[in-house]
């Protein structure tokens, strides 16, 4: 029986890779040379494994839809859940770098909304997300830190403020993408907090 060499890039890291590309690129002028380069493989090897650029692009989307709802629903697990939840996403959205690289990602997005293979896949992975956001206030009430009440209607309304921010950051053009999107969760959800437990973490000593 012949055995294979193990593989020395893993498919996660070639999908990483190509988010960084299509970061700094966008879609549209992703190549699969450029990913290769970036990752250290031919643009031959990716082929074999993703089988084209279009193969790629969907991967991408597949990789980044199961990686933001784990994220999420980890906010679950702390003492202040509300509040992790905010970190969370405030920190998702710090790996934005600059207006041009957000420029890119929403040509990526364009993709979601205008192909049915990737129309699919966006709309999974805004119901994960959701649901994530969802079981983290579940939390968050069962540990005394929101009032109670319905919470039915509040994952989407995170979801969408936290995107919203996003956008009008990126129309902006000043300050952090993670203050923009801290500042309107805080905002959103400060009103469901117990009056004893603030929005934001309080200064480190």
């Known amino acids: 029986m012949t055995i294979g060499r193990p593989r020395t890039v893993s498919d996660e890291q070639v999908l990483a890779g190509a988010a960084r590309v299509i970061a700094r690129v966008g879609p549209a002028r992703l190549t699969l040379a450029e990913v290769g380069r970036e990752v250290g493989l031919s643009a031959a090897t990716v082929v074999q494994r993703f089988g084209s650029k279009r193969g790629v692009l969907l ?11 784990r994220q999420v629903a980890a906010a679950q697990d702390a ?25 890119n990602h929403l040509a990526f997005l364009l993709l979601d909304l205008a ?3 990737f129309q699919r896949i966006s709309r999974d992975y805004t119901a994960a997300v959701e649901r994530a956001i969802g079981d983290v206030l579940t939390a968050s009430q ?6 109670s009440g ?26 952090s993408p993670a203050e923009h999107v801290r500042d309107q969760l805080t905002l959103l959800l400060g009103p469901h907090l ?3 437990r603030p929005a934001q973490r309080p200064p480190a000593r």
């Open 79 to 103: 003492s202040a859940p509300a509040v992790a939840l905010i970190d969370v996403l405030a920190g998702i959205a710090g790996t934005m770098r600059s207006s041009e690289e957000f420029a």
């Open 59 to 69: 991967a991408v989307a597949r990789h980044g839809a199961d990686t933001l709802p």
């Open 150 to 175: 319905d919470l039915s209607r509040l994952p989407r309304a995170i979801h969408a403020a936290y995107n919203g921010a996003l956008v009008t950051w990126g129309l902006a053009g000043s300050g």
């Open 194 to 196: 117990e009056p004893t």
């Open 115 to 117: 192909d049915p293979q």
């Open 142 to 147: 069962a540990a005394g830190e929101l009032i």
